[in-house]
């Protein structure tokens, strides 16, 4: 029988209560299986513990982690410790130092989900995103060149490399290639115009490496309007790091809300742990109310599934989300029901 080793950061807020729920279906899907099961370990990082040691993980964090298998991501961040602390020293740091370069975020409307937008049918709303996770907008080089109120600057540089360019754009032009879709790349060239000239340039010329995808480009502001009025123009999507996080934040508001949202952060060499995380935040408006609504954890569970090979318990998985939207019994309040984050994970597990 073979043992996944999974670290599980449980994080802030609601983050634990949503990686409970996770858990209850992974360990569902392995009870399905004799070949394979779960070891989970768990990672008390977090806000918390940067209240009481002045930093987010373990100095030793990253070699810590470095075993295993996967790690399984709640949320960090919470009031009191600025965000920028929480993002850099954890979240940010993890998908660095394990090459994490693609995250991929499903923008897709499932049975029994609602979308906020009129006039559209279910199938039209089914993107998934491919968003640079590595360097771009989120290099972290900058500099507060002059300090002082009056003359004040600050630089904040973007960094595109070919290695970090060309692997993503390749990587998503193999993913429409299997899918069998189109791909398109949103950028900004009209104004960035070095960066997004170069990310132009790269989609082009690995583009000519599979002419059997067909393939279009929009600027980042045309496409975050063509999502709302015209979104089944968009297949697998590939974009840098910034605009990838805001068009995914736009892709949750119609694609069932920001509770449905999942994200895997992936390193396809497979040289370190990949990361599976909603992609929502530690929401500490109704932390410790257990009514979060555990469905994004759930997608990024059946994510993890796929990633280790079992596609068929990853879509058993999405299968049972969509037959409890659609049964639209049981609930968290974020959908309009009443029903518990633990209700809401027992009814996935019971369907399964
Ligand atoms: P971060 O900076 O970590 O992204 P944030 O404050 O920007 O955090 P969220 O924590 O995602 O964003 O919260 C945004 C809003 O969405 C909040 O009102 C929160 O209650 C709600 N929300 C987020 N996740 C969930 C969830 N799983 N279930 C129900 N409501 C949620
Ligand atoms: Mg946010």
Known sequence: MKTYKIAVIAGDGIGPEVIDAGIEVLKKAAALDSTFQFQFTYFPWGCEFYTKHGKMMDENGIDQLKEFDAIYLGAVGFPGVPDHISLWDLLLRIR???DQYVNIRPVRLLKGAKTSLMDVKREDINMLFI????EGEYSGAGEWLFKGRENEVVMQNSVFSRKGTERIIRYAFETAKNQKRSLTSISKANALNYSMVFW?????????EYPE???SSYLVDAAAM???????????????NLFGDIL??????????IGLAAGANINPERNYPSMFEPIHGSAPDIAGKGIANPLAAIWSASQMLDFFGY????KEVLNAIEELLTEGQVLTPDMGGTASTQEVAERIV???
């Open 350 to 352: 019971e369907i399964m």
């Open 311 to 314: 596609e068929s318990y990853g």
């Open 200 to 208: 132009d340039q790269v989609f082009e010329e690995v583009s000519a």
């Open 248 to 257: 995914t934040d736009l892709g949750a508001a119609i694609a069932g809300g």
């Open 213 to 215: 995808v067909e393939t």
């Open 226 to 240: 063509l999502m709302i009025k015209d979104p089944k123009r968009f297949e697998v999507v590939v974009t840098s």
């Open 131 to 134: 968003r640079e996770n590595s």
């Open 96 to 98: 660095k130092e394990f």
